[in-house]
């Protein structure tokens, strides 16, 4: 465990009844970091980040943003600690452009309470001079920039994704949860929202967590992964370490992904 990570998650527990979802679990995530969460399905992986974004109570244990504990607050308190969050399934404004979702992000973010729906009727007015800097430069850092008046409904699937990381982003966070970040991209896609990671972690310092599928985009891309099956850890490390352990290897045996994967 890393003492001074930016969030961590110590010996946490989540039942569902009598079913223990989460069995003690820890995972931390070191400032400008890529740490992976992978596991077979019903592992906990969804749960996990639940807990770490406050939309899950756990029975036992803590989480801590920046240092604080967080276990007991809501979501927009640790938002405001610098924690973003994506979902698997895209959840984009079909009127809205590119550029506008990452407007709305930043002024909901700014403005937390009934003033930001005034700010919203703006839109089309000319932004604050920070507020536009900062947009164009997330649009030029997730290779966006050409297509920022283009209308959500008009976008491919992959481009949906670098969409959505934008609009985290828009928040000025020091940490994004990334919930299967490449569901439906092909190969190049998600080798195109790998590099984006890669780029906004180096240029912004900012730390992600990735739940996924895709160990193979994982442990491609993460210094740190972390394996849950049944709730449980069953290893964590480096991913060369990762890809050579036998317990991991046998939890994927028979699973879509296959031990071959690793």
Known sequence: MIADALLRADDVTVRFGGVVALDGVSISAPASAIVGLVGPNGAGKTTLFGVLSGLVRPRSGRVLLRGVDVTSTSPQRRSRLGLARTFQRIELFAEL??????????????????RFL???????????????????????????????????????????????????????PAIVLLDEPTSGLDAGEAERLAT???????????????????????????????????????????????????????????????????
């Open 118 to 172: 005034a700010d919203l009727a703006g839109l089309e007015s000319r932004p604050p001079p920070r507020e536009r800097e900062l947009v164009a430069g997330l649009l030029d850092l997730l290779g966006l920039t050409a297509l920022a008046d283009r209308p959500a409904a008009l976008l491919p699937l992959g481009t949906g994704r670098l969409v959505e990381v934008a609009r985290a982003l828009a928040t000025e």
């Open 196 to 262: 984006a990671l890669e780029r906004t972690r180096a240029d912004l310092d900012v730390a992600f967590v990735l739940v996924e599928h895709n160990v193979d985009f994982v442990l491609g891309l993460a210094e740190h992964v972390t394996v849950l099956d049944f709730g449980k850890v069953i290893a964590a490390g480096a991913p060369a370490a990762i890809r050579a352990d036998k317990a991991v290897q046998a939890a994927y045996l028979g699973t879509s992904t296959g031990a071959g994967a690793l």
């Open 97 to 114: 452009t590119v550029r506008e979702h990452l407007v709305v992000a930043h002024r909901a973010h700014e403005r937390r309470d009934r």
